[in-house]
């Protein structure tokens, strides 16, 4: 008699019935465990929330006073009989794998994961299971990322041009995870970084959690505007073309993100420079990673499913397509009002404004439609 | 190649003017002559023979990716361009690319003709392996022959212009018609005289610009008025809807030139006679059209001949075409450009009153009016006239470069339009790539939905934006790269004209149909039916 799988896909979220918890939900439920601080992965209204240590101080930022318990990589909590142990999934700072065992069935959700070890998060680990639920938002094989390094180099001698042009230099990347990736590695030697209000917030959290990042100026109304340009500027999607931004002028505005890699997606976001920078892993990250599982099965829950649950069944996978509400290639222009609502109190949202920077699939994939509204509400609250 | 590619991603990079500007004039200045030659040729759109064909390129790219074929063929469609699908296909490598010219690698191209297919294959197989990422992009461009950039020709005449001291306007006459870029040199492009002018070469076409920038909004007297000043300092013509094109005939020879930049003498050799009879040292500016009994015919009669390889006997009689000409560049072997319109319409006249071929040699008839409100009547008469509106031109004005505002105006009459379902969505190109921009219309006939258009322009981003998610939360079916997607949004369509058609289901065919705007107000069940589309037939 075959039994009923230990995790199933419902209209709320991923579904553990032995263990009667969620993954990632998307509805309010009693028991939900957190993959990472992603808008579209964490949301507001479960009553009792699960997530590594370092996603304590973003997701209580971005959540509010939450019952929130936290864990280290590798620990193992037991729910109902069920273990649950976080394995690092490189994503963005406190992201997670989770693994779910019972009765010796293995089962592993990766949230969202890069295989490339990008210096600021711990590194993605392959975990052994027989049921691997996988992302694949850049699963075409015209994505293919070149090593870090090499961007990080780029963007450095760009802000340098930059200064001798005169230019202010502004580098828009989401605020939790493209941001403290691209500040770690900037060349300070060139001059100071100063941040969006909605970057600054996610930094002070992180600070607070105890990582250590290179120093930043929270632009105010009072930093002089003069300062500003000599440095470089970190701000988040919902700032490009915004009153704040052109303030700035003139500038050159560098996109950081995986979209970057088509002429496409590039010129639609009009940018002066487009690094294809992504928290994501590319094609051959992700077959490699879904291969170092060993797994029986995998179920490939948002990106461009369809084509690459083919191509793994081709190449003697077991692969299946699910629908899940995280950030797919098909809902990437979701508009907010289908979506639940979580934004916290006092921050507004602004349809137009979101849809017009969000418009291709990674954006709801790292920080989500709600998560785009919610950076811009702070952008009104938080920054000038 | 390494400057080429990088002159690519440079001009990708920025979106100002002055840079594109500055960017062009760096790599000018630290390439080649040889290559410079060569990138004009190619930004100018001057291809040179295709070498391999569109399936082979396919085909032996799958076969050196090793991937499966609807894999490649997905690719492509979340890319929209082919030469960039293959480029971001490879792997990356880090062999540094190729040390090769610009120069180098066309005359290897050039090259292929002397190669077997096997060896061909060979050939672009291992230039895929040794290019870098984007010097791939751009060698893709080049064998595809599909090179459109985002950069103008006057830009990249702007900046030849600059580094050698020339006039623009010389510039762009020098590099019109048939050159080749491996017999015109650099040296010769530039220097302050030429000696040998070719004699074939067409004067860059002036053209012009829409007096009502949009459909829906009507210009008024008034503004014509106040955009014009008085109507007594204008001609008034019919806008012709055929080729524009400029005669030449020089040294006993005859070039036909279409505004494209073809050469299509031989194309319309019912023009030859009359032109044999023009002085030495004449360029007219007309349009060609099919005309019977001295009337045109429509666009669609004159479509069917061009894109015939042989003119058939059949063809030349069911299409006859003939001249509309409108003004006369050169006159007895002198440039009359800076002649004002009025002087040059003399000549023009002088020269059709003497030709023996009156039926084929048309002169573009002057539009009688004494104000903006008779000659806006006079443009209701348009259609009948089957012409597309109104040509405006200063009588004081020279003969210009390219487009630009002031002296020539087009008034067009608005397009026809209906009220049309979307029922079929495909992914776009280039900057649409990935998104759902192409769009397949439908009419009721009874209660179904024939299919009578596509069309892809005409929707703001936003817009697009929102019907793309549409599209993508209301598939029915997937074939291949199109989807049906539930009926329900409705669009109003514009046309330039309608013809009856034997190969589409809904029995007609549109000239040149674009999406007017989004029907927000009105449900499916409200949109046109098939009858009112055929009534435009009469």
């Known amino acids: 008699m075959p039994r009923k799988p230990l995790l199933e896909f419902t209209d709320r979220g991923i579904y553990c019935p032995q263990g009667k918890f969620y993954i990632d939900p998307w509805k309010p439920v009693d028991d939900a465990v957190i993959t990472h601080a992603h808008s579209d992965h964490a949301y507001l209204g479960h009553k009792h929330y699960l997530a590594h240590h370092l996603s304590r101080e973003v997701l209580k930022y971005r959540l509010g006073d939450i019952q929130l318990q936290t864990i280290a990589y590798g620990e193992t909590i037991n729910k109902n009989g069920v273990e649950i142990t976080l394995f690092p999934a490189g994503h963005v700072i406190g992201s997670a794998q989770v693994r779910v065992v019972y009765q010796g069935e293995v089962w592993v959700v990766s949230g969202d994961y890069k295989t490339e070890a990008d210096g600021v998060c711990e590194p993605f680990e392959p975990v052994k299971c027989h049921h691997f639920i996988s992302e694949c938002t850049f699963g075409m094989p015209v994505y293919q990322w070149k090593p870090q390094q090499q961007l990080f180099d780029e963007m450095n001698n760009w802000w340098r041009q930059n200064l001798e042009n005169n230019l202010a230099t502004v580098v828009v990347g989401y605020s939790l995870g493209k941001a403290q990736r691209i500040l770690q590695n900037l060349d300070l030697f060139n001059g100071k970084v100063y941040t969006h209000g909605v970057i600054e917030n996610t930094n002070e959290a992180l600070r607070r959690n105890g990582i250590e990042l290179q120093p930043t100026t929270r632009i105010t109304p009072d930093t002089p505007k003069e300062e500003v340009r000599k440095g470089i500027i970190l701000a988040p999607p919902s700032a490009v073309g915004s009153a704040w931004m052109r303030k700035f002028g003139p500038y050159s505005f560098g996109y950081c993100s995986g979209w970057m890699a088509l002429r496409g997606a590039k010129r639609r976001r009009a940018a002066d420079r487009g690094f294809v920078l992504s928290d994501h892993a590319d094609w051959n990250g992700l077959i490699s990673a879904i291969d170092a599982t060993g797994c029986e099965c995998v179920y490939l829950t948002h990106g461009y499913t369809a084509s690459f649950t083919r191509y793994l069944n081709e190449i003697g996978f077991n692969a299946r397509e699910v629908h899940t509400l995280y950030g797919t290639e098909e809902e990437e222009a979701a508009s907010p009002q289908d979506s639940p609502t979580n934004l916290p109190k006092g921050e507004a949202s602004n349809e137009g404004e979101v849809n017009k920077v969000l418009s291709a699939g990674e954006d709801l994939g790292e920080v989500g439609i709600l998560g785009g509204a919610k950076d811009l509400g702070e952008a009104k609250g938080g920054a000038i | 190649m390494k400057a080429f590619a990088q002159l690519f991603l440079s001009l990708d990079e920025t979106n100002k003017t002055n840079e594109k500007v500055k960017v062009l004039k760096d790599y000018f200045n630290c390439v080649p002559d040889t290559d410079k030659m060569h990138m004009l040729a190619l930004f100018t759109g001057r291809k040179s023979k295709r070498q391999i064909n569109s399936t082979q390129f396919r085909l032996w790219a799958i076969e050196a990716l090793k991937i499966p074929s609807w894999l490649f063929e997905e690719s492509y469609h979340v890319v929209g361009d082919l030469a960039e699908t293959i480029a971001l296909l490879f792997p990356q490598n880090n062999t540094g690319g190729s040390s090769k010219t610009l120069t180098e690698w066309i005359a290897e191209i050039n090259n292929l003709s002397t190669y077997g297919d096997e060896e061909k294959r060979h050939w672009l197989q291992q230039s895929w392996q040794l290019l870098d990422t984007q010097e791939r992009f751009v060698f893709n461009k080049i064998l595809t022959g599909s090179f459109r950039v985002g950069v103008s020709q006057s830009l990249v005449v702007k900046a030849i212009a600059d580094i050698a001291d020339l006039d623009a306007a010389v510039l762009t006459h020098r590099i019109m018609g048939n050159w080749r870029p491996e017999d015109y040199t650099f040296r010769e492009l530039i220097q302050p005289q030429q000696e040998a002018e070719d004699i074939s070469r067409p004067y860059p076409f002036f053209l012009a610009y829409p007096i009502q920038e949009t459909s829906t909004v009507q210009k008024s007297v008034e503004d014509l008025q106040q955009t014009l000043g008085e109507a007594s300092e204008w001609q008034a013509e019919w806008k012709w809807d055929g080729i524009r094109a400029q005669l030449i005939k020089r040294d006993g020879q005859l070039f036909i030139w279409s505004r494209g930049e073809d050469l299509s003498t031989d194309r319309f050799p019912e023009l030859h006679p009359f032109m044999n009879e023009l002085p030495d040292g004449t ?228 000239r040149f149909p674009r999406i007017l705007r989004w029907r927000h107000d009105k449900p499916k069940e409200e949109a046109d039916t098939i009858e009112t589309l055929k009534a435009f037939l009469e």
């Not at chain 2, 319109?341 to 003497?354: D, G, V």
């Open chain 2, 283 to 510: 360029v007219l500016d007309g349009e060609i059209l099919s005309f019977r009994q001295g009337k045109p015919l429509p666009f669609n009669v004159l479509q069917a001949r061009i894109g015939r390889k042989n003119l058939s006997k059949k063809i030349l009689e069911e299409s006859p075409v003939a001249l509309i000409a409108y003004d006369c560049l050169e006159y007895e072997g002198k440039d009359i450009r800076e002649k004002t319109q009025t002087e040059r319409r003399e000549l023009l006249e002088h020269l059709q009153a003497k030709t023996a071929y009156p039926d084929v040699f048309n002169i573009s008839t002057l539009i009688d009016f004494d104000s903006w409100e008779s000659l806006s009547r006079k443009r209701q008469q348009s259609r009948e006239m089957i012409a597309e509106g109104i040509m405006l031109k200063r009588k004081s004005a020279t003969y210009q470069v390219g487009r630009k505002r002031g002296d020539w105006w087009k008034w067009k009459i608005d397009p026809l339009s209906v009220d049309a379902v979307m029922i079929y969505a495909q992914k776009g190109h280039g900057r649409r790539a990935d998104l759902y921009t192409d769009y397949t219309f439908a009419v009721w006939d009874g209660d179904k939905l024939v299919p009578f258009a596509k069309a892809y322009s005409g929707l703001t981003d936003a817009e697009i934006n929102k019907v793309d998610a549409f599209v993508k939360r209301n598939t029915l079916e997937k074939f291949g790269p199109v989807r049906t997607v539930k009926p329900e949004l409705v669009f109003e369509i514009g046309f330039e004209g309608i013809n009856k058609s034997t190969r589409h289901k809904s029995g007609v065919a549109l």
